[in-house]
């Protein structure tokens, strides 16, 4: 996983988690009130649901949306340093997260330590319970691997026989339930998003509501020990240092709102069913939500493997340019080669993946008479040139590459294919922004492949003035649909003399039903 990508992941499941925490946080106090404290303990599925969520495959589009546009690179690179700098940000980025995921998960260890050595010496007693040197935060149920509780000492001096059977059943029922993984869930959460405020303040209301949760279960087994669990509640000293992972009376815990449930009743069984369809419903509704808000993949019907993107190149060799064309499968290698004057062979072999936030990377080596002159890596927007300059170690030749790659678009059961290639001059048009034409139903019905040559005039803002059919086959089939497309296209306008003025190309557009072929050709005046 590259850095943009780690970013983009990081920021999307940011962004689920912390609605769902928004949701949970508005809705725990009127759950609670009405169903009890293990619904809105329930609640907070609706986070790791939602994180989940975004991290499945998002849903697939049969058509496929518009071209993607966005601000090329710089055009140009010193030889020897390549690309890589212009894209440095999401690198150095991800290393503050790193950084910052690191400092985290010291202060918890720190924490989980400090709490662990201010027991003093563990003894197990022939109960299986532990015994601990010292009073402070117990008792307490921890331990991931080997969970255990942990009693304070002077246990039964302190609590009577009643106080004891409950604050262990408290104990035991957090060991039944798994709240100590849940907790190590939290924990990591908290060193992956350090930057979230929001998931520091669900981490310590979601710990209030398993404290409060666990309190109704205890009461709900033990109905008659109400004012026994409050005084066993009391005895209980409170912890100087947090444990991560663990369960145990903090320094923040809410005691007096622990008390005060202690006067409402237990939550029936027709309660407890609807405290979990609730939950049940809450979790997936939020879930579908944050899988459906991902921006949708194209997934051409009838075609499978890799999306086909056309590579333009304008290759620039000691003052020599070459332009021509490139159509290959995303990840699927593709070079070319060119000789100087000076006799030195040039080779280049790039690769093509789309990336998550819609950007391509082209990454690739350069070589020089065999010998690896860079490694370039470029994120560019489909349809944006990036370039690069490189030359030998002697100075005597150097290689320009400027490349432009675009998704071939496929359109309902059918492929839509617009190429237009460069312009061979700076005082011709250059394609902007071209979302595809749609793909007539009459003619995906009968399966009709067709042509349409399009003449466009286009002013000097950039925008069509006048759309022409210059040519059709069948005729009149797909002239609506192309034209209709084409007033909605945008342009690069000529240039002369330093000023935009207008001018006029020929767009060739083809319908083909899951075909590989493409059609390129244009022509400006």
């Given at each position: 996983?590259?850095?943009?990508?780690?970013?983009?992941?990081?920021?999307?499941?940011?962004?689920?988690?912390?609605?769902?925490?928004?949701?949970?946080?508005?809705?725990?106090?009127?759950?609670?009130?009405?169903?009890?404290?293990?619904?809105?303990?329930?609640?907070?599925?609706?986070?790791?649901?939602?994180?989940?969520?975004?991290?499945?495959?998002?849903?697939?589009?049969?058509?496929?949306?518009?071209?993607?546009?966005?601000?090329?690179?710089?055009?140009?690179?010193?030889?020897?340093?390549?690309?890589?700098?212009?894209?440095?940000?999401?690198?150095?980025?991800?290393?503050?997260?790193?950084?910052?995921?690191?400092?985290?998960?010291?202060?918890?260890?720190?924490?989980?330590?400090?709490?662990?050595?201010?027991?003093?010496?563990?003894?197990?007693?022939?109960?299986?319970?532990?015994?601990?040197?010292?009073?402070?935060?117990?008792?307490?149920?921890?331990?991931?691997?080997?969970?255990?509780?942990?009693?304070?000492a002077g246990f039964e001096q302190r609590y009577s026989p009643l106080e004891q059977q409950l604050v262990l059943l408290h104990e035991r029922i957090h060991l039944q339930r798994g709240d100590i993984a849940i907790n190590a869930v939290l924990a990591l959460?908290?060193?992956?998003?350090?930057?979230?405020?929001?998931?520091?303040?669900?981490?310590?209301?979601?710990?209030?509501?398993?404290?409060?949760?666990?309190?109704?279960?205890?009461?709900?087994?033990?109905?008659?020990?109400?004012?026994?669990?409050?005084?066993?509640?009391?005895?209980?000293?409170?912890?100087?240092?947090?444990?991560?992972?663990?369960?145990?009376?903090?320094?923040?815990?809410?005691?007096?709102?622990?008390?005060?449930?202690?006067?409402?009743?237990?939550?029936?069984?027709?309660?407890?069913?609807?405290?979990?369809?609730?939950?049940?419903?809450?979790?997936?509704?939020?879930?579908?939500?944050?899988?459906?808000?991902?921006?949708?993949?194209?997934?051409?019907?009838?075609?499978?493997?890799?999306?086909?993107?056309?590579?333009?190149?304008?290759?620039?060799?000691?003052?020599?340019?070459?332009?021509?064309?490139?159509?290959?499968?995303?990840?699927?290698?593709?070079?070319?080669?060119?000789?100087?004057?000076?006799?030195?062979?040039?080779?280049?072999?790039?690769?093509?993946?789309?990336?998550?936030?819609?950007?391509?990377?082209?990454?690739?080596?350069?070589?020089?008479?065999?010998?690896?002159?860079?490694?370039?890596t470029l994120l560019v927007a489909p349809d944006k040139m990036a370039g690069l300059e490189v030359s030998t170690a002697d100075g005597r030749s150097t290689w320009k590459l400027q490349l432009r790659s675009a998704p071939q678009v496929a359109v309902a059961?059918?492929?839509?294919?617009?190429?237009?290639?460069?312009?061979?001059?700076?005082?011709?048009?250059?394609?902007?922004?071209?979302?595809?034409?749609?793909?007539?139903?009459?003619?995906?019905?009968?399966?009709?492949?067709?042509?349409?040559?399009?003449?466009?005039?286009?002013?000097?803002?950039?925008?069509?003035?006048?759309?022409?059919?210059?040519?059709?086959?069948?005729?009149?089939?797909?002239?609506a649909a192309a034209v209709e497309s084409a007033w909605k296209w945008t342009f690069v306008p000529a240039r002369r003399n330093g000023q935009a003025v207008a001018a006029s190309l020929q767009v060739p557009v083809q319908f083909a039903m899951d075909e590989?072929?493409?059609?390129?050709?244009?022509?400006?005046?």
């Amino acid at each position: 996983m590259t850095s943009t990508e780690l970013l983009t992941v990081l920021l999307e499941t940011s962004v689920a988690s912390s609605v769902a925490i928004v949701l949970v946080l508005l809705l725990r106090g009127p759950v609670r009130a009405r169903l009890g404290a293990s619904a809105a303990y329930l609640l907070w599925l609706m986070v790791p649901s939602a994180l989940l969520a975004v991290l499945l495959p998002g849903p697939q589009l049969v058509a496929v949306p518009m071209l993607a546009v966005g601000t090329p690179l710089p055009a140009l690179a010193p030889a020897g340093v390549g690309v890589n700098l212009v894209i440095a940000w999401p690198q150095w980025v991800a290393c503050g997260w790193f950084a910052g995921v690191l400092l985290m998960a010291l202060r918890l260890f720190g924490q989980q330590r400090r709490f662990r050595k201010a027991l003093g010496v563990l003894q197990q007693r022939s109960d299986g319970l532990w015994q601990a040197g010292s009073s402070t935060g117990l008792p307490a149920a921890m331990g991931l691997l080997r969970p255990m509780i942990v009693l304070p000492a002077g246990f039964e001096q302190r609590y009577s026989p009643l106080e004891q059977q409950l604050v262990l059943l408290h104990e035991r029922i957090h060991l039944q339930r798994g709240d100590i993984a849940i907790n190590a869930v939290l924990a990591l959460l908290q060193c992956l998003y350090w930057f979230n405020p929001l998931l520091l303040l669900a981490q310590r209301r979601c710990r209030e509501d398993q404290e409060l949760s666990c309190d109704e279960r205890v009461i709900a087994r033990m109905a008659g020990a109400r004012r026994s669990y409050g005084d066993a509640m009391l005895k209980t000293g409170l912890a100087q240092s947090v444990l991560p992972v663990g369960c145990h009376w903090q320094n923040h815990h809410p005691l007096k709102e622990r008390i005060a449930m202690l006067k409402r009743p237990v939550p029936g069984r027709q309660q407890w069913a609807a405290s979990l369809l609730l939950a049940a419903g809450l979790s997936l509704g939020v879930g579908y939500a944050a899988w459906a808000a991902q921006p949708a993949s194209a997934a051409p019907a009838g075609q499978t493997g890799a999306q086909v993107y056309a590579t333009f190149i304008e290759a620039t060799l000691d003052g020599t340019t070459q332009r021509f064309e490139l159509r290959q499968p995303s990840g699927k290698p593709f070079s070319f080669s060119a000789s100087s004057d000076a006799g030195v062979q040039w080779a280049a072999e790039f690769s093509l993946e789309p990336m998550a936030d819609g950007l391509l990377k082209l990454q690739g080596t350069l070589k020089a008479d065999g010998t690896l002159v860079s490694s370039p890596t470029l994120l560019v927007a489909p349809d944006k040139m990036a370039g690069l300059e490189v030359s030998t170690a002697d100075g005597r030749s150097t290689w320009k590459l400027q490349l432009r790659s675009a998704p071939q678009v496929a359109v309902a059961n059918a492929a839509t294919r617009i190429m237009v290639e460069p312009a061979a001059a700076d005082g011709e048009p250059q394609v902007d922004r071209m979302p595809p034409p749609r793909y007539p139903a009459t003619a995906v019905d009968n399966r009709i492949e067709g042509k349409v040559m399009l003449r466009i005039e286009v002013g000097a803002d950039g925008r069509p003035t006048d759309v022409k059919v210059t040519q059709s086959q069948p005729q009149g089939v797909f002239d609506a649909a192309a034209v209709e497309s084409a007033w909605k296209w945008t342009f690069v306008p000529a240039r002369r003399n330093g000023q935009a003025v207008a001018a006029s190309l020929q767009v060739p557009v083809q319908f083909a039903m899951d075909e590989e072929t493409t059609y390129s050709e244009s022509s400006g005046s």
